[in-house]
T-cell receptor, first 111, second 113 residues
Framework: DQQVKQNSPSLSVQEGRISILNCDYT??????FLWYKKYPAEGPTFLIS?????DKNEDGRFTVFLNKSAKHLSLHIVPSQPGDSAVYFC??????????FGGGTRLMVKP | DAGITQSPRHKVTETGTPVTLRCHQT?????MYWYRQDPGHGLRLIHY???????DKGEVSDGYSVSRSKTEDFLLTLESATSSQTSVYFC????????????FGPGTRLTVT
């Protein structure tokens, strides 16, 4: 039973437009949510996070939104750039600082 | 970048042989983790450590053991490798509960034939 799900395995957007990546979770005890970016043959890189007591966190072109009632979070990238093409994982923190990851969404930004 | 290295980076081994993967950090972080990444599953936690000699199981611990005799090193052992353990293995570190973020090493691609 997957506690964190990314229902879109891939997403394609045009350079300069907005990319929206979505993530759903089932465990209401998660207290922290994170997004990671992964290039091929590299380890995941931390991108942005949000505490469960907030509904928005922004860092440059990246904004994460949290809707606790819907158990849904999203990552917005504006404007999208070709270098943003990667696999994006959402993760949720539970007990003991353990992260549960979604299956990932491959983002392709076309020039 | 966080100072995390993994060795080896690539390994091919035969079914039934023992394999040990090493994770080394230079950040003096308390928490260390081993994950495996498989298509469609994201990253799944195998084992983690919350201090020297303190370890616990994760979601997919069967067939794996770990050891941490020094703060900087966390070893993952496959006692008798199976083809289902073919995967990419990532080590991660974290400073503590307040931090939230985990920082990942470059990964080890393991193929069990």
């Amino acid at each position: 039973d997957q506690q964190v799900k990314q229902n879109s395995p891939s997403l394609s957007v045009q350079e300069g437009r907005i990319s929206i990546l979505n993530c759903d979770y089932t465990n209401s005890m998660f207290d922290y949510f994170l997004w990671y970016k992964k290039y091929p043959a590299e380890g995941p890189t931390f991108l942005i996070s949000i505490s469960s007591i907030k509904d928005k966190n922004e860092d440059g072109r990246f904004t994460v939104f949290l809707n606790k009632s819907a158990k849904h979070l999203s990552l917005h990238i504006v404007p999208s750039q070709p270098g943003d093409s990667a696999v994006y994982f959402c993760a949720a923190r539970g007990a003991g600082n353990m992260l549960t990851f979604g299956g990932g969404t491959r983002l392709m930004v076309k020039p | 970048d966080a100072g995390i290295t993994q060795s080896p980076r690539h390994k091919v081994t035969e079914t039934g042989t023992p394999v040990t993967l090493r994770c080394h950090q230079t950040e003096n972080h308390r928490y260390m983790y081993w994950y495996r990444q498989d298509p469609g599953h994201g990253l799944r936690l195998i084992h983690y450590s919350y201090g020297v000699k303190d370890t616990d199981k994760g979601e997919v611990s069967d067939g794996y053991s770990v050891s941490r005799s020094k703060t900087e090193d966390f070893l993952l052992t496959l006692e008798s490798a199976t083809s289902s353990q073919t995967s990419v293995y990532f080590c991660a570190i974290s400073a503590g509960l307040a931090a939230g973020e985990q920082y990942f090493g470059p990964g080890t691609r393991l193929t069990v034939t």
